[in-house]
């Protein structure tokens, strides 16, 4: 019994302390979308008609996406309905880390498979062609609509 207790809290722990690795190229530390004319970057930010549902990490357009945990790519996610937002509507559904989460506004190069920690997901998409002047990030947003923020 001892045992089992030492395993189930050695499993807690782990899963206590994951972190999301590195998520693009040129922002080492998952540096934060703060404020912009578009809005804040953090969970639970106001936006018009709801609140921001995920946690905003600062990438450039063009920049490389890297996988952030050793993960599986579940599916490709649509982002939008307006066809005006053509341009960035692209995204993945993952689990890794022990979670399960998306990543919007990227230019997958796979849609299906695995991809290792610090390896390429994919491209990030021209964010500034749809919201000019906007600091441009992935949306990390968990797929139980949960806090992402605890992860980074
Ligand atoms: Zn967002």
Partial sequence: MRRVAIVVLALLCVTDGVQFGQLCSGNARNRRRTSDSWGAGHFGAPRVTRTHRGLDIVCADGATVYAPFDVTINRKVIVYID??????NNGLKLTGG???FKLFYIQPDKT???VKKGNRLGTMLPMQQVYPGITSH???QMCDNSDPTPYF
Avoid: E, Q, R
Wanted: hydrophobic share 40%.
């Fill in 138 to 140: 992935v949306h990390v």
């Fill in 98 to 100: 022990g979670l399960c």
């Fill in 83 to 88: 066809p005006t937002k053509a341009a960035i």
């Fill in 112 to 114: 299906s498979g695995t």
